[in-house]
């Protein structure tokens, strides 16, 4: 007597493609998260890619970013994702494997930009002209610039008396073009014959340089003659 046993041969399911959110951004890492999609084989492993991404046309090639094993039981999964770039924009993907082998990577993240460090204390500020009521200052954009530092468009003149117990510190804000490698400015409504401390303080919208060293002024006795203006070259 002969039995005949009968096997079914199922293929089984590769894993989905993940769907990718982002977190924080920080200035050299990312916080990448995704949802766990169920399949017929629970995940083994992630592998996630990188790529730059530039505002003209420039396709970067996807390089390898960072590989995890999966949490067990995971809903989402988190990664860190270090070494990257300051002030730099990417994308990422993901894709899963099983023991039926890898599956498709996910669509490209949404363009991230990381954020920029510090910038540097605007350099060699000094005082161009002045009269009984005003002080025209000029100033460079540091020497050490780098566009790690992100865009400098924003810089912050303070002043205040001399004999700081005479009156409280004041400032004005000056916009410029973005990186602009000398920035000129005149403050005015000042008393004559008067010592003023300057310092300049430049801005990226994300974090404030150290303020500039302190300059000192003194403002004329005498009017001969008053104007104002702010320029950027």
């Given amino acids: 007597v002969y039995h005949t046993t009968v096997f079914s041969l199922v293929q089984a399911e ?11 951004p920080f200035s050299s890492s990312l916080k990448l998260e995704w949802a766990v999609r169920r399949a017929d084989l629970p995940v083994l492993r992630y592998e996630i890619q990188r ?32 070494a990257l770039s300051s002030f730099t924009a990417y994308q990422f993907r993901v894709r899963a494997r099983n023991e039926a082998g890898w599956g498709e990577y996910s669509s490209p993240s949404e363009v991230f930009r990381t954020v920029p460090n510090s910038p540097l204390p605007a350099s060699n ?12 200052l000029r100033w460079q954009l540091s ?8 865009n400098i468009a924003r810089y912050t003149v303070h002043y205040q008396l001399s004999n700081a117990s005479l009156g409280s510190p004041m400032s004005q804000e000056v916009l410029v073009a973005p990186n602009a490698n000398v920035t000129v400015a005149t403050v005015d409504g000042l008393e004559k014959g008067t010592e003023y401390v300057f310092t300049v303080v430049a801005d990226n919208g994300y974090f404030k340089a150290l303020a500039s060293p302190e300059l000192r002024v003194t403002t004329n006795t005498s009017h001969p003659g008053r104007y104002s203006y702010i320029n950027t070259t």
Avoid at 125 to 136: E, F, L, Q
Avoid at 143 to 150: D, I, K, L, T, V
């Fill in 51 to 82: 790529r730059e991404h530039s505002d003209v046309n420039i396709t970067f090639e996807w390089i390898e970013s960072a590989s995890l094993r999966a949490g067990p039981d995971s809903v989402f999964e988190v990664a860190l994702i270090t």
């Fill in 14 to 24: 590769l894993p989905q493609p993940p769907t990718l959110r982002l977190g924080a």
């Fill in 125 to 136: 500020v000094m005082a161009i002209n002045t009269t009984d009521a005003s002080v025209t």
């Fill in 143 to 150: 020497p050490e610039y780098n566009p790690s530092q992100g």
